[in-house]
């Protein structure tokens, strides 16, 4: 069985830092890219952060600068270190990996909240 695991979430002040981690386990195949996404109240939702099993990374660019994805593929765990956060970062974040073969799993989400 698949299971992605976040946490890290919570309440932190504007400005403030924040690492979210997502554990993947039960994915017998290789997995490819491994991405953050977020969605506001009423928003969409939204990609925030992507890295490759090569390590190549793509962020929006609301969070460039002040996020960082990395990845640990010995543990199937990714990474997002967010720093300065800003209260339009506030959404639920979801980690997604994307398997070679073409399958994409989802985590349950774990909320953001900045306090302005």
């Known amino acids: 069985q698949v299971q992605l695991v976040e946490s890290g979430g919570g309440l932190v002040q504007a400005g403030g830092s924040l690492m979210l981690s997502c554990a993947v386990s039960?994915?017998?195949?290789?997995?490819?890219?491994m991405g953050w996404y977020r969605q506001a109240p009423g928003k969409q939702r939204e990609l925030v952060a992507s890295i490759t099993s090569g390590g190549n990374t793509n962020y929006a660019d609301s969070v460039k600068g002040r996020f960082t994805i990395s990845r640990d593929n010995a543990k199937n765990t990714v990474y997002l270190q967010m720093n300065s956060l800003k209260p339009e970062d506030i959404a639920v974040y979801y980690c997604k990996v994307s398997v070679i073969n073409g399958v994409n799993y989802w985590g349950q989400g774990t909320q953001v909240t900045v306090s302005s």
């Open positions: 039960g994915i017998s195949f290789g997995i490819n890219t």
